[in-house]
């Protein structure tokens, strides 16, 4: 799920964190942009007493962090430059769903076709496993 608020700041950024790291494990690092929610003094602290490494990307090479600029920018192509959200809510529903046509439904070409995250199983891989 991708939080939609109208401003995340560390605090946000650490509880989203800490959602993923108890579903998922905690991970050796963390590569992100240098953006002011992930230099926050608590944050970096807390990553270090997890002993989490934080990497960050250069300023202006997005190529460091391709899989989620090039997320980023087909969000923002293929749907944010499209709507105009009244609400907060609305904002949250839509990109969710969104998300979830990306991810499930919408064809990869680095897939072969196939969307990452498919919602059903294809018969031939039924047949394989």
């Known amino acids: 799920m991708i939080k939609v608020k109208r401003k995340l700041n560390s605090i946000n950024v650490l509880e989203s964190l800490s959602e993923l790291f108890l579903t998922r494990g905690i991970p050796k690092y963390i590569r992100s942009d240098n953006g002011s929610e992930f230099v926050a003094k608590a944050l970096r602290s807390w990553l270090t007493k997890l002993e989490v490494e934080t990497l960050y990307i250069e300023p202006g090479s997005l190529w460091e962090n391709g899989y989620v600029e090039s997320f980023n920018g087909k969000m923002r192509d ?4 499209g709507e105009i ?11 969710e769903m969104w998300r979830k046509h990306y991810n499930q439904v919408r064809p990869h070409s ?20």
């Open 78 to 81: 293929q749907f944010l430059n």
């Open 85 to 95: 959200f009244y609400t907060l809510k609305e904002a949250q529903v839509l990109i």
């Open 110 to 129: 680095s897939l072969n076709g196939r969307p990452p995250a498919p919602l059903t199983i294809t018969m031939k891989e039924k047949q394989v496993a």
